[in-house]
Structures are given as structure tokens and as C-alpha cells.
């Protein structure tokens, strides 16, 4: 029979890409979502026909219970999160509730439906778990580069809640016995980003101006350093952590770094455009508490996983670049996920 997914996040980037790359590994893919009447549900189910949806909220543990009962996973991958890091000073309670106590509640679901207590014995079947762990819980970086024993230190609610869901998670992996694993992953980005996040909103912006519909781009802190690769890939890295023979947390990123100004330089290059001309920097767009770079040490997801990622820097800029020109081209909305293909 075929292996069984349960996928919370459904509806965003990696949610997309790690349903298509299971479908193509001929899983059975369910996906958690709060309301079947959801616009981006009903975009998705457009999408991913493939996929099957069933009713569910992090917010609340009755519905995560009578979800995992009635879907049967295997492997449960949590994907779901408050994740626009700006967003979660604005809203921090609920990043608190979501990103956080979130990975509680699933983690409650698959152990009470799982027959789990102490001593790790499963009367209902092991269920693997997989959770979206975040490099913003190293926040003010103690080491360059961050690798799976590197303290965390982290300078946002949203940092804050992942590091809360990352112990969670090893906690129920050593009480409980639980296949329970986190994935620590640096920043991954694609067509299909939310327009708010900072590659979309530049890639976006070098289209807008080069199709003559803006004259400029504001940015914050141009000097802010990360380690950026192709969400496509990195999903693979989610799988491969549930297919290990025991259950360990990995750190996934490139092991390169390129600032802010770097990101710009090559997108509007990718269009053709000089970004000095357009790009004004807005002290507004600062966050409260900065970080000022991270950088990723995956060397043990090569070793262990045999995992590499396959797209670089600038074709991942110039994959985003393109597509949103062909969207603008053809009047898509980019608040609607309408690059997804």
C-alpha cells in the first residue's frame, strides 16, 4: 500500500513543493486546512488535484486528534506556521499560539493516536514527525557557521516559537520514544514566496519596473546577511530526515552567504536594469532586533542524508525574476500565489 502524508502548511511554498515531490514518490498526500471554503484550499486542490484535504487547526487539539484518526499517516510533516517574521511583533500572541504551541498540540495528536506513553511503546503504530524548525532561532549568532550544536539566541516572537517548537520536539523524541525530528532550515525561497517575504517582494519589484508599472524599490537593511537556497530542494531534505534509520535533527542550507545588496544587484542584473538608479533605503523597514547573518554548516545532511542542493544562488534569483515578469506580463495578482504553475 501506498506510504501515507499528513501535511500541515499545505497551502504555502513549501507545503506545495513538498506535496508534489511526495506525490511523485507515490505517497497517498493529505493536507491540514482550517476551512474547505479557503480560497488558497480551493487554489491548491486546482494545483495539487492529487492531493486530499482534511479539516484541521493548529489552534486546536480536538481537530488535530480527529484529523491524524482519520487520516492514518505515516509521516506527519508541520509545516504550518505564523512565518513572516516581521508579522510576528505585530501579532505576537498568535505567533506564540500558532508556531509554537502548534507543534505541542500535533505532537499531543500523533502521541494520544498513536497510543504512546512513557517508555515509547505505540499500540497504534509509529507515526513520524517531522517539524519546520527555523535558522532565526540562531538569531544573534554565537558561530559562523551555524551547525546542529550551535546555541540559539533568537531575536524575534517568531525565532522565540520555533526554538520552543525545536525542544518540543526533541523532548517528546527522548520521553516518549517518538520518531520526531527538526529540520533546521535556512532561508528557502521561490516563485511561489509570499509576496511580503524579501526575495519575493525584490524579485517583484525589478518586474514592476522593468515592465514600466514603478519607478522604485524600498528596502530596509541592505547589509543583512543570509544563506539562501531553492525551497524545491530543501523539501527533498524533509523527506530524506523521515526515511533515516533513527530519528536526528539536521541542519539544511548552502553553507554561503550573500547580503541584501547582493540579492538586488542580482535581480534587477537578471532584468537587465543598473539597481542603483531604483533601489531607496527606508529606516522604517529596520526590525526592531536585526540579525545580521546567518550562514549554514550542512555538512551533516551530506554525510548522513546525501543531501546536496542542486539550484544556486543566481538561478534561484534569476528563476524568481522571470517568473514574476511573466506574471505581471499576464496581469496575475502576486498577492494571490499566482506564479504557482
Not at 503504530?125 to 551555524?146: C, D, H, K, L, N
Not at 540579492?263 to 537587465?272: C, I, K, Y
Request: aromatic share 8%; net charge negative.
Amino acid at each position: 500500500m501506498a506510504r501515507r502524508a499528513l501535511i500541515t502548511g499545505i497551502t504555502g511554498q513549501d507545503g506545495s513543493y513538498l506535496a508534489e515531490h511526495l506525490l511523485e514518490q507515490g505517497y497517498e498526500v493529505w493536507g491540514l486546512a482550517r476551512g474547505q471554503a479557503n480560497p488558497r484550499v480551493s487554489r491548491m486542490r486546482k494545483l495539487l488535484s492529487d492531493v486530499q484535504v482534511v479539516r484541521g487547526d493548529l489552534l486546536d487539539q480536538g481537530s488535530l486528534i480527529s484529523a491524524v484518526e482519520r487520516v492514518q499517516p505515516d509521516e506527519v510533516y508541520n509545516l504550518g506556521a505564523i512565518s513572516f517574521v516581521p508579522m510576528s511583533w505585530e501579532q505576537a500572541e498568535l505567533t506564540a499560539e500558532v508556531t509554537g504551541m502548534g507543534v505541542l498540540r500535533m505532537l499531543e495528536a500523533i502521541r494520544v493516536c498513536s497510543g504512546v506513553s512513557r517508555g515509547g511503546s505505540a499500540s497504534g503504530g509509529q507515526i513520524r514527525f517531522y517539524q519546520a524548525s527555523s535558522s532565526e532561532m540562531f538569531g544573534q549568532v554565537s558561530e559562523t557557521p551555524q551547525n546542529e550544536r550551535t546555541a540559539f539566541h533568537p531575536r524575534s516572537p517568531y525565532g522565540v516559537a520555533k526554538a520552543y517548537g525545536h525542544f518540543l520536539t526533541q523532548n517528546y523524541r527522548e520521553s516518549y520514544g517518538m520518531f520526531a525530528v527538526s529540520g533546521i532550515l535556512f532561508n528557502h525561497e521561490s516563485p511561489r514566496r509570499g509576496a511580503e517575504f524579501v526575495t519575493r517582494k525584490v524579485s517583484l519589484g525589478v518586474a514592476r519596473i522593468k515592465l514600466g508599472l514603478a519607478s522604485e524599490l524600498r528596502l530596509g537593511n541592505l547589509e543583512a546577511r543570509r544563506d539562501w537556497g531553492f525551497a524545491g530542494d530543501y523539501v527533498k531534505a524533509m523527506h530524506l530526515m523521515l526515511q533515516a534509520d533513527h530519528p536526528e535533527d539536521y541542519v539544511i542550507g548552502t553553507g554561503t552567504m550573500k547580503s541584501v545588496r547582493e540579492l538586488v544587484e542580482t535581480a534587477f542584473s537578471a532584468a537587465g536594469l543598473d539597481w542603483e538608479r531604483y533601489v531607496v533605503t527606508d529606516q522604517t523597514l529596520h526590525r526592531p532586533a536585526e540579525v545580521d547573518l546567518l550562514c549554514a554548516d550542512p555538512k551533516k545532511a551530506r554525510a548522513q542524508l546525501g543531501w546536496e542542493p542542486k539550484v544556486s544562488f543566481d538561478e534561484l534569483v534569476a528563476m524568481m525574476v522571470e517568473s514574476d515578469l511573466r506574471l505581471l506580463r499576464d496581469g496575475g495578482d502576486p498577492h494571490d500565489d499566482g506564479s504557482w504553475p
